[in-house]
């Protein structure tokens, strides 16, 4: 069974406010995809393809941009709940679904978290940083250390929009820059973050699954490496030296052995290898970003799949991408 770790759906009950909110961007993309919507669609999507199962989660745009404070934590209320049923009545289509995560709430999320994982959800999704703040802000912390010792995955989702300029001297990004590259650099700026704030050392029971095989991470191997052992070199006006020896380990060894991640690659060849190359086998699950393709939801899972059915590795390897390694992070079994 082929266990597509990371698709997206909007529940019913979700779908009209976020086209009631007239959000740009990801609000006019949802709109036109029929299949992140319409279950019906959806379904006949997953059928299409054998031996072959779907983890629902959320989209676009984030609930911190739509919402505000408690507000956020209705909203993802409404989407866990939503997505709970349709696994309900669907589990052969859909084994499993992840929680959405309330960052923005007064609690930092950990009340709906708790309440999703108690539904069924097999992990919580957030996203790479709640409306323009870093995931490393104090606020968020009691997040991770619910995270942590729930011992259930975390879902990091690239959020990134036309807001966020490519150059000083504008105040928009042009051409879809802020989706294209900007989603990869975003992921991996997160996962810098994540490691020299320290906190991957704090709380080293979390899991975190990165989008899109960690976006730039897997091609930049040797900044990450030989470059960041001579962290402070490049700086003046701060002693970065010191944050490097706070870590417990070096930089390089946190990006490869300490995040998991999916193939979620838009069927892109030369990424896949170089994300199986770069990432411990044991830390990569199957994944293709349905249904945000040109066909409308099949055409990045049917090259993912084809792109992993053509690699050679041994049998028993493939099946822990396909579904082995999800179900042991998330500690559910999933295939049939």
């Known amino acids: 069974m082929r266990v597509d770790a990371y698709t997206h759906f909007i529940p019913a009950n979700v779908f009209n406010k976020i086209v009631d909110s007239g959000h740009t961007d990801i609000g006019k993309r949802v709109r036109e995809i029929p299949s992140i919507h319409d279950l019906d669609v959806r379904r006949k999507v997953v059928e299409s393809f054998s031996d072959y199962a779907q983890i629902l989660s959320y989209p676009m745009p984030p609930p911190e941009v739509l919402m505000k404070g408690n507000e956020v934590e209705e909203y993802c209320k409404l989407i866990d709940d939503g997505f709970a049923k349709i696994c309900t009545e669907y589990p052969k289509h859909f084994p499993g679904w992840v929680g959405q995560a309330a960052l923005a709430a007064p609690d930092a999320g950990v ?27 104090p606020e968020f912390e009691p997040f991770f250390e619910f995270m942590s010792k729930s011992g259930k995955p975390i879902w990091m989702h690239p959020a990134r929009g036309a807001n966020f300029p490519d150059y000083l001297s504008e105040k928009i990004s042009k051409y879809e820059i802020w989706w294209t590259f900007g989603w990869s650099y975003e992921t991996a700026a997160a996962m810098a973050r994540l490691v020299f704030s320290r906190i991957m050392d704090r709380y080293p029971g979390l899991k975190i699954i990165t989008h899109h095989f960690g976006g730039i991470v897997p091609m930049l191997e040797g900044r990450i490496g030989p470059g960041w052992d001579q962290l402070g070199a490049r700086t003046s006006n701060v002693d970065l030296s010191l944050v490097r020896k706070t870590l417990k ?88």
């Open 249 to 336: 380990k070096r930089p390089l060894d946190y990006f490869k052995h300490d995040f998991y991640t999916d193939t979620a690659v838009f069927g892109g060849v030369p990424a896949t290898h170089a994300g199986l190359a770069f990432y411990d086998l044991d830390k990569i699950v199957f994944a293709s970003d349905c249904p945000f393709d040109p066909e409308k939801g099949t055409m990045y899972t049917r090259e993912t799949l084809r792109i992993l059915e053509g690699i050679d590795m041994p049998k028993a390897d493939k099946e822990r991408i396909w579904h082995g390694n999800l179900e042991r992070i998330t500690q559910v079994k999933l295939s049939a």
């Open 111 to 137: 009340r709906e978290a708790e309440r999703a994982l108690k539904s069924g959800a097999l992990g919580i999704q957030m996203n790479t940083n709640v409306a323009g703040r870093p995931l490393d802000n």
